[in-house]
């Protein structure tokens, strides 16, 4: 049984720093794919990074590069999203998922639809 619950969420200012954590009750984490999406009010839900299985590929969207750094802790079931420098443009519901496709777990994926499972989403605000 998969459960994915973020944590990490909050309020701060443009320029500051947030770790999201992501962890999952299940017992085979470090095979699957993993990440994190964003939703702000009135848009789509939105890429924003992904992690394979073992963590050695990753990808972002342009938005996020050089600020945003997804990573794995697979002995403790847990996926983060550490972002600094943060932007207003940054607030939004932060969800983390799971997916058990064969090329999302070995490379990572950016498309919604491939995600089986997600957590219950995380706020962050970022104030200017």
């Known amino acids: 049984q998969v459960q994915l619950v973020e944590s990490g969420g909050g309020l701060v200012q443009a320029g500051g720093s947030l770790r999201l954590s992501c962890a999952d009750s299940?017992?085979?984490?470090?095979?699957?794919?993993m990440g994190w999406f964003r939703q702000a009010p009135g848009k789509e839900r939105e890429f924003v990074a992904t992690i394979s299985k073992r963590g050695a590929n990753t990808a972002y969207a342009d938005s996020v590069k050089g600020r945003f750094t997804i990573s794995r802790d697979n002995a403790k079931n847990t996926v983060y999203l550490q972002m600094n420098s943060l932007k207003p443009e940054d607030t939004a519901v932060y969800f983390c998922?799971?997916?058990?496709?064969?090329?999302?777990?070995?490379?990572?994926?950016?498309?919604?639809?491939?995600?089986?499972?997600w957590g219950q989403g995380t706020q962050v605000t970022v104030s200017s």
């Open positions: 998922g799971l997916s058990s496709k064969y090329l999302c777990s070995a490379y990572g994926c950016d498309r919604l639809n491939e995600y089986d499972y």
């Open positions: 299940g017992r085979t984490f470090s095979t699957y794919g």
